[in-house]
């Protein structure tokens, strides 16, 4: 999944990030959402699968990769996210490709 990332929506002027993207807090802030909706059954289930491979800072899109099973999970969780941090975000899922895209 290619996956764009908006910090602080709701702010008029964006003047500086109030957080800096990196793989570590994409991929907890996803974690923590299957967590909380998935429960440890549905985390522990695409632990095996789920990465976040690619993170821009400046442009602020990502790639994120699932098993053909478990996209759809992921990508639920990817839109109930509403933080990392203490700053508030929106996701967006630009593309999706792979195996599943051939189903």
């Given at each position: 999944?290619?996956?764009?990332?908006?910090?602080?929506?709701?702010?008029?002027?964006?003047?500086d990030?109030p957080?800096?993207?990196t793989?570590?807090?994409?991929?907890?802030?996803?974690r923590?959402?299957?967590l909380?909706?998935?429960?440890?059954?549905?985390?522990?289930?695409?632990?095996?699968?789920f990465?976040?491979?690619?993170?821009?800072?400046i442009?602020?899109?990502?790639?994120?990769?699932?098993?053909?099973?478990?996209f759809?999970?992921?990508?639920?969780?990817i839109?109930?996210?509403?933080?990392?941090?203490?700053?508030?975000?929106?996701?967006?899922v630009?593309?999706?490709?792979?195996?599943?895209?051939?189903?």
């Open positions: 999944m290619v996956v764009e990332v908006f910090l602080d929506p709701d702010k008029e002027l964006p003047m990030d957080v800096i993207l793989q570590f807090n994409v991929s907890k802030a996803i923590d959402n299957i909380v909706n998935f429960s440890e059954c549905g985390l522990a289930s695409l632990l095996g699968s990465q976040v491979k690619y993170v821009n800072p442009t602020k899109l990502c790639i994120i990769k699932a098993s053909m099973e478990d759809q999970k992921v990508w639920s969780a839109t109930m996210v509403r933080s990392i941090g203490n700053c508030l975000v929106l996701f967006n630009l593309d999706l490709s792979g195996e599943f895209m051939q189903l």
